[in-house]
């Protein structure tokens, strides 16, 4: 069985900085693509990172927010700087073996991050 546990999130200011956590278990963690998905209420894919450690991110959040892996503690994260308003949603990690099928892989139940202006 596959486990997705996020942590990190709370409330902020903007441009405050959070940084949120996934941590996995049940899966080569190594071999996965993994990202991060918000919803408020519309859905989104925010940043992924594959194997090789290549990410990816949405135009909104790029020089603002960095997504990045360590193998040997099977754990994701995603460092969110200069918050906004807009950045306000239900965050959580998605895994999948290619990054293409992120949308319908195995995921969390999500942390909530709250960006007050």
């Known amino acids: 069985q596959i486990y997705l546990v996020e942590s990190g999130g709370g409330a902020v200011q903007a441009g405050g900085s959070l940084r949120l956590s996934c941590a996995a278990s049940g899966l080569t963690f190594s071999r996965y693509c993994m990202g991060w998905f918000r919803q408020a209420p519309k859905r989104e894919e925010v940043a992924h990172i594959n194997?090789?450690?290549?990410?990816n991110y949405t135009e909104s959040v790029k020089g603002r927010f960095t997504i990045s892996r360590d193998n040997a503690k099977y754990t994701l994260y995603l460092q969110m700087n200069s918050l906004k308003p807009e950045d306000t949603a239900m965050y959580y990690c998605a895994a999948a073996i290619r990054c293409e099928w992120l949308d319908t892989g195995y995921r969390g139940q999500g942390t909530q991050v709250f960006v007050s202006s």
């Open positions: 194997s090789d450690g290549i990410t």
